[in-house]
């Protein structure tokens, strides 16, 4: 699968989703237009409930939408069945989730190598590359350790090693840096920002943290099931101290 | 995956031990339940299957079962013995006489009187003395229970004395009989002899024991006994089951174990099933983790089967063990003495727990099919 010749690694045109039906219905997403391109880091930020996280879920083929067009990695998703839609996630996406989803009976290493043997490889190969990649990741003597063992910080970094052990084309992570301190989320960022941003692959963020705004390439504000705005933040600023004082912005996200 | 299903299931220690335990006291229960109903049904033939030298047993057309004896006339003997295939036939007794011992201790026995000549029937495990001594006048075999029962606290011994129907007695061999169905001492004499111990009535043949010719099965011979001679005849296994057939029609124990294995039953289906179904519902969310990482379905499905079947074949052997082990113990005391593990209860309590671990399997497999992998995102 090649890379889109206009650069967009997802294109979201009048995305709709509704959950329930009669007096139930809810409209989570109103005719949303996103695009991340190929080479970026894009964020997706707003308030609660605006509709992020169904937003990524549609994106990820995790959920269905009711409406529009959706294009990842210019695949449109609606010609595959439900076992390609499978496969096509298994080869080409890597997620990071708030909570991590580390499995907890499996070692750092175990964890970061279950993409690659889900993929047919075979488990000593798997784990040797999952101990490479968490070695430069800064876990190289944490191979072994059982997640309840690492910190949050150290959590995060082993689920960053297992959505990017396969190399996919677009990362999606759900609030990476809410559950870590202000200086771990700047080390994950840091640690995202240098492995997963590259030519042929997108990362979606979806963030309260407006602390991490500054690594974004492109930053889509979403309100009430839809994208309200979308800015290019200057990323030659310096990040903000985490003593200073949230901004307006900040706190209406919080 | 396959280690990643395993590791799953072990990860946990306190839900692993407590779900692998769960289905090891069921097996153990059902194990336990399944095989005592069986010896005891078993036993009700004790008598019968030590008879070892014997094929065939022929009896009155209205005997039912081994208690149950009319007895037959001594003719009977002759026609059966003239039967084509017959290679030889001789006579039982078995009957009830109250024995006495010297103290005054008495109680009810099996006595069972064998052939004068042959000493065909006569018991093959001896404890002490032989059963060459029957020879002797007066002379009987007890079994060891029956023996501790009639001089308890005593050390076994030879040649004591015992009083049946003003008959002095003498012990010539103590046995390792079967238990029968009742907890009675068993003893045996020569037929001549245990006629004697009963009392005189007309008739006195209890039954007739037989072996066929090399070339005639038993249950041949035994259609032609009953075609020649009009009496009841029966092979030896055929006889068992009369007996047990008999004891679960008209007695109350099935009912009562029945009752007894299908609480075992339950309560253990339930308790595995169950836990087994939670160990899988407190683990959807890492299920949720694998299917968003594009795990498939199929995949998913043999991690859980792996899991069940891993479960269930280690709980399944360990609580084996506890019943094997359980028995073993019982094994030589005297009330549960032969009372053993049979093969058939294993195979029915294994077919029972990993029925109980698919259905539990199949609910859980449910349960991740139908999970949305998007709900991961939802913490």
């Known amino acids: 699968m090649s890379a889109t010749s206009d650069g967009l690694g997802v294109s979201c045109r009048d995305v709709r989703k509704h959950f329930g039906s009669g007096e139930a219905r809810v409209e989570a997403l109103r005719g949303v237009d996103f695009e991340t391109r190929?080479?970026?880091?894009?964020?997706l930020v707003g308030p609660s409930g605006c509709g992020k996280t169904t937003l990524i879920s549609i994106i990820a083929g995790l959920l269905d939408r009711t409406g529009g067009e959706l294009s990842v990695l210019g695949t449109n998703v609606d010609a595959l069945s439900a076992h390609e839609r499978v496969l096509f996630r298994r080869r080409n996406l890597g997620f990071i989730f708030q909570q991590f989803n580390l499995l907890p009976a499996l070692t750092a290493a175990e964890n970061v190598a279950v993409p690659l043997i889900a993929a047919g490889m075979s488990r000593r190969h798997a784990v040797d590359r999952a101990n490479a990649l968490l070695s430069r990741l800064g876990l190289g003597s944490r191979l072994t350790a059982l997640p309840l063992t690492l910190s949050g910080g150290q959590q995060q970094r082993v689920a960053i090693a297992r959505a990017l052990v396969h190399e996919p084309r677009l990362v999606v992570c759900d609030e990476p840096t809410a559950s870590l301190d202000h200086a771990s989320g700047e080390a994950v960022m840091d640690l995202l920002a240098a492995n997963a941003v590259r030519p042929g692959r997108t990362v979606i963020v979806v963030t309260h943290d407006s602390r991490v705004f500054h690594y974004a390439h492109s930053i889509?504000?979403?309100?009430?099931?839809?994208?309200?705005?979308?800015?290019?933040?200057?990323?030659?600023?310096?990040?903000?101290?985490?003593?200073?004082?949230?901004s307006a912005f900040e706190e209406s996200y919080a | 995956m396959n280690f990643v299903a395993l590791r799953m299931l072990t990860g946990d220690r306190a839900k692993y031990f407590g779900l692998v335990f769960a289905i090891a006291f069921c097996t153990f229960l059902l194990e336990n339940q399944t095989t005592i109903f069986a010896n005891i049904m078993k036993r009700t033939a004790s008598q019968i299957l030590d008879v070892t030298d014997a094929e065939v047993w022929v009896m009155d057309p209205q005997t039912e079962y081994w208690e149950q004896t009319k007895p037959l006339k001594d003719t009977d003997l002759t026609r059966v013995r003239g039967v084509p295939g017959v290679r030889w036939a001789v006579r039982l007794?078995?009957?009830?006489p109250v024995a006495r011992t010297l103290d005054g201790k008495f109680a009810v026995s099996f006595l069972i009187g064998i052939d004068d000549a042959t000493l065909a029937g006569a018991p093959r495990k001896m404890l002490l003395g032989s059963w060459d001594r029957l020879r002797e006048p007066d002379s009987v075999i007890i079994d060891q229970a029956g023996y501790i029962l009639l001089f308890p606290g005593e050390p076994l011994a030879l040649d004591r004395t015992l009083e049946m129907n003003d008959h002095r007695v003498t012990i010539v061999g103590i046995s390792d009989v079967p238990a029968p169905f009742a907890s009675l001492p068993v003893m045996h004499t020569r037929y001549s002899e245990a006629i004697n111990f009963l009392g005189r009535e007309r008739t006195q043949l209890s039954f007739i024991i037989a072996r066929p010719d090399a070339e005639v099965s038993p249950a041949a011979l035994t259609t032609r006994i009953h075609e020649r001679t009009g009496l009841r005849a029966r092979t030896t296994e055929e006889f068992m089951w009369d007996c047990i057939r008999y004891y679960l029609q008209h007695t109350g124990i099935p009912v009562n174990f029945g009752i007894t294995i299908a609480v075992a039953l339950i309560v253990g289906a339930v308790v595995a099933g169950q836990t087994f179904y939670l160990f899988t519902i407190e683990n959807l969310k890492q299920f949720g983790a694998l299917k968003a990482i594009g795990v498939t379905n199929v995949r998913l499905i043999a991690m859980i089967l792996l899991q069940a079947f891993t479960a269930g074949t280690l709980g399944f052997s360990l609580g084996t063990g506890m019943a094997a082990t359980f028995f073993e113990i019982f094994l030589h005391k005297l009330a549960t003495r032969g009372i053993v593990l049979m093969w058939q209860c294993v195979a029915l309590t294994g077919a029972c727990i990993f029925f109980v671990v698919i259905v539990a399997s199949v609910l859980s497999i449910r349960r991740v099919l139908v999970l949305?992998?998007?709900a991961v995102f939802r913490g």
Do not use: Q, W, Y
Not at chain 2, 93 to 96: E, H, L, S
């Open chain 1, 220 to 246: 889509a504000h979403m309100d009430d099931g839809r994208i309200v705005d979308v800015t290019r933040p200057d990323r030659r600023r310096e990040p903000p101290r985490p003593a200073e004082r949230p």
């Open chain 2, 93 to 96: 007794f078995k009957g009830n």
């Open chain 1, 38 to 43: 190929f080479g970026e880091l894009s964020f």
């Open chain 2, 372 to 374: 949305e992998p998007a």
